[in-house]
């Protein structure tokens, strides 16, 4: 079945950025856009940005643009994303589809703590 | 923050019905797809609906979409206690090259 799985929770200091790995399976990896969704604890879901693993074109909401860096490696079938993170939050992974994002990764928190 | 806009928050007895709905612009929900996520607390949100009105495998038909102009709603009959969660539409924007999301609604099933 197509599983999108993310990498482990990371805590950093303010200002410094973090990589964040999502590791696809289950489909042909060139055919989907994959989404990244921001969560701080207790808001809503905030769209990040999205990258097309065919030729790697991106798109980032004007918030993150020059904080989030989105990347891929064909060869693993897995998405990058690297944030200057200045606030704790969940961040997921999503396939896209015509019409909606699925599946989701199951989540990274990055902590921001000094 | 551009958001679709959502009620915060329905409520309803077991067994009946509630709708929520979610407001756009043209450039948004007036020129494409509307989709609904439902989360549960510390867990990913999982597709409900997508192209306006379809269910993924494996979700009940108690859940139904809608979609007219630049506005949506998420309509689920039968409430169970379990149907308990946050829910959020989504929808590409247009004009800013950008996913969107509603703010996100939370359902008390009383």
């Known amino acids: 079945q197509v599983q999108l799985v993310q990498s482990g929770a990371e805590v950093k200091k303010p200002g410094a950025s973090v990589k964040v790995s999502c590791k696809t399976s289950g489909y042909t990896f060139t055919d989907s856009y994959v989404h990244w969704v921001r969560q701080a604890p207790g808001q809503g879901l905030e769209w990040v940005g999205r990258?097309?693993?065919?030729?790697g074109g991106t798109n980032y909401a004007q918030k993150f643009q020059g904080r989030v860096t989105l990347s891929r490696d064909t060869f693993m079938r897995t998405v990058y994303m690297e944030v200057r993170s200045d606030d704790t939050a969940v961040y997921y992974c999503a396939r896209g589809l015509p019409g909606g994002f699925d599946p989701w990764g199951q989540g990274t928190l990055v902590t921001v703590s000094s | 923050q551009s958001l679709l806009t959502q009620p915060p928050s329905v409520s309803a007895a077991p067994g009946q019905k509630v709708t929520i709905s979610c407001s756009g612009t043209s450039s948004n929900i007036g020129s494409n797809h509307v989709s609904w996520y439902q989360q549960f607390p510390g867990t990913a949100p999982k597709l409900l609906i997508y192209e306006n009105n379809k269910r993924p495998s494996g979700i009940p038909d108690r859940f139904s979409g809608s979609k007219s102009g630049t506005s949506a709603t998420l309509g689920i009959t039968g409430l169970q206690t379990g149907d308990e969660a946050d829910y959020y539409c989504g929808a590409w924007d247009n004009s800013l090259i950008n996913g969107m999301f509603g703010g996100g609604t939370k359902l008390t099933v009383l």
């Open positions: 990258i097309n693993p065919n030729g």
